[in-house]
């Protein structure tokens, strides 16, 4: 599972980063790395982008790069 596929005000836990390595690397340098708890605190109404806490900040990144974050419950 994505942190794509995640409903609202749900907490999972950062399995790894996939993608083109850019990306996966700038991913990584925020916070997402293995292990880290993140939730996704909410969605734009218009799917896009999700707005997501983690490491004691708030952070919003796109549809796109959030399902480059695999993650479990």
Do not use: Q, W
């Not at 950062?14 to 993140?38: A, K, W």
């Amino acid at each position: 599972m994505t942190l794509a596929d995640m409903p609202n005000g749900t907490a999972c836990t950062v399995e790894r980063v996939t993608g083109e390595h850019r990306l996966s690397l700038r991913l990584m340098e925020l916070g997402f790395t293995p292990g880290t708890e993140v939730m996704l605190v909410k969605t734009a109404p218009s799917g896009d982008p999700l707005m997501l806490r983690l490491r004691g900040y708030t952070l919003t990144i796109s549809r796109r790069d959030a399902s480059s974050i695999h993650v479990r419950r």
